[in-house]
Nanobody
Framework: VQLQASGGGLVQPGGSLRLSCVGS????????IGWFRQAPGKEREGIAC????????AYLDSVKGRFTISRDDDKNTVWLQMNSVKPEDTAVYYC?????????????????????WGMGTQVTVSS
């Protein structure tokens, strides 16, 4: 496994979680990184992505204003800060990396745009 997502767990509606994506013997530097989620019986959907510079980000409409993606290449880590979570945010969350050098403008929230995937982390929003 080259990417590892962590930080999931059980959280109450309205609460917060911070997910981490760490590269293991795999540099995240100069790669577009995305966060995805997959709920039972549903297709995997892209929820956030960040450019290699960290300057540009994009979000799924349903998480805009609640989730924030960020990165620190010195720590080889990308985070997903999840605030004001809702029961519909319950899913397994995955991070993924695009191929080295792939431009941000050519990369979106589509799973097929990403080449490297890690094991997911379960997020359950429930009271």
């Amino acid at each position: 496994v080259q990417l590892q997502a962590s930080g999931g767990g059980l959280v109450q509606p309205g609460g917060s979680l911070r997910l981490s994506c760490v590269g293991s013997a795999f540099s995240l530097d100069r790669r577009v990184i995305g966060w995805f989620r997959q709920a039972p019986g549903k297709e995997r959907e892209g929820i956030a992505c960040i450019s290699s510079s960290g300057v540009s980000t994009a979000y799924l409409d349903s998480v805009k204003g609640r989730f924030t993606i960020s990165r620190d290449d010195d720590k080889n880590t990308v985070w997903l800060q999840m605030n004001s979570v809702k029961p519909e945010d319950t899913a397994v969350y995955y991070c993924a990396a695009a191929r080295y050098g792939r431009s941000y403008s050519d990369t979106g929230l589509i799973p097929s745009d990403y080449h490297y995937w890690g094991m997911g982390t379960q997020v359950t929003v429930s009271s």
